[in-house]
């Protein structure tokens, strides 16, 4: 378990380590999502600050056997920035590939490169880069990057404390917030229009979202609210429309996590919720910790649709909202002037589950949490 504080400085821990030897695949056991992989010393001793986690409790990478000096074939020259785990899926890399990241600007001399490792095996490594590239890139003046599948000796690894995870890290260590106010907030120039709802209609079929999500849409454009889909805008203009907005209106998913860095305080946030559980919280802490919004939440979801015979995802869930009392919270909080919005009747709820089952190539069946 790590002990995660929001309030405390990190700076103090930063250790570096020479000709350390960096595990991206280790033997060993794995534990529930944690492979073995990780740092060594010269000497042979696991880092157990290089361990990453998803929050405090949840571990990404264990132990693994240290391996042998013949299978130390390749070597890193230089100073470098042990970055964690590098993840394809967009919120997670957010979350935890640059949580490490701070430490470019804390630490007492030039880093030379960030070192990384892949989420999945993959025989080009540094493919697994692909995702958190497009922030480097945004982020300023970043040294290069790189990933290897093999074990590697490092000249001189830098290894800072992670400061941004999600759960109870979604507060950031006070480093990491400072880092990403000078890297984003002060710096991204604020360009699109002034009401946002950050839309699910056209992600993957698999991935969860709300029914009737183009009702929503409907409502929302009536009352000015560009529809934005995240996923068709490359990163710089997803920030930059997230700074110019003074009024979100968004499920709970990804997107929030990002806009949380570069939203206005006066911007006013208003957060659907589709899929059951407390996640909501982490948007909740992270607006208030980053931009000092605390955003209204509306849990109206009254029924929930998973793909038969598949074990449940509550994060790929399919929500129908009330309607009614969701118009209702948002009029009552500003967001929208006209808050008479229309449940669907169930003929057209059955039409829609239909569309999306012959769309998505799945059957669907109700569950209940």
């Known amino acids: 378990m790590l002990n995660f504080n929001p309030d405390t400085p990190l700076t103090s821990q930063i250790r570096v380590l020479e000709n350390a030897v960096v595990v991206p695949w280790g033997r060993g056991k794995a534990k529930r999502m944690a492979r073995p992989a990780g740092v060594f010393t010269a000497e042979g001793q696991y880092c157990h600050d290089a361990i990453t986690y998803r929050a405090s409790t949840r571990p990404t990478i264990v132990e693994p056997e240290l391996p042998n000096p013949d299978e130390i074939r390749h070597s890193l020259k230089g100073t470098v920035l042990f970055g964690g785990i590098a993840y394809g899926h967009f919120g997670h890399a957010l979350c935890e590939s640059i949580s490490r990241l701070w430490a470019l600007d804390a630490f007492e001399t030039p880093i030379d490169k960030m070192l990384f490792l892949p989420k999945k095996r993959m025989t080009w490594p540094e493919r697994s880069l692909t995702q958190i590239k497009p922030m480097f890139k945004s982020l300023g003046d970043l040294p290069p990057s790189t990933a290897f599948n093999d074990p590697i000796r490092v000249e001189r690894l830098v290894v800072a404390p992670q400061g941004f995870g999600v ?22 120039v604020a360009r699109g229009p002034e009401k946002l709802y950050i839309s699910r209609s056209e992600v993957f079929r698999k991935r969860g979202r709300l029914l009737l999500e183009e009702q929503i849409e409907a409502n929302l454009k009536a009352e000015g609210f560009t529809i934005f889909h995240p996923q068709q805008h490359d990163l710089q203009s997803q920030l930059e429309h997230y700074k110019a907005a003074k009024v979100i209106v968004s499920t709970d998913n990804s997107a929030l996590h990002l806009a949380a860095f570069v939203a206005d305080p006066a911007c006013k946030i208003a957060i659907l919720l589709r899929r059951p559980g407390a996640i909501y919280r982490d948007f909740q802490e992270q607006l208030r910790r980053f931009a000092g919004i605390d955003p209204v939440i509306c849990a109206q979801c009254t029924k929930y649709w998973f793909r038969a015979g598949e074990p449940v995802q509550l994060n790929e869930v399919i929500s129908l909202l009330d309607f009614e009392r969701t118009g209702e919270m948002l009029a009552n909080s500003g967001i929208v002037a006209n808050g008479h919005w229309v449940n669907p009747t169930q003929s057209e709820i059955d039409i829609a589950l239909k569309d999306f089952e012959e769309r998505g190539d799945m059957l669907l069946t109700e569950i209940f949490v």
């Open 167 to 188: 759960n109870d890290m979604i507060s950031g260590a006070p480093e990491f917030r400072d880092f990403m106010d000078r890297r984003w907030r002060q710096r991204v």
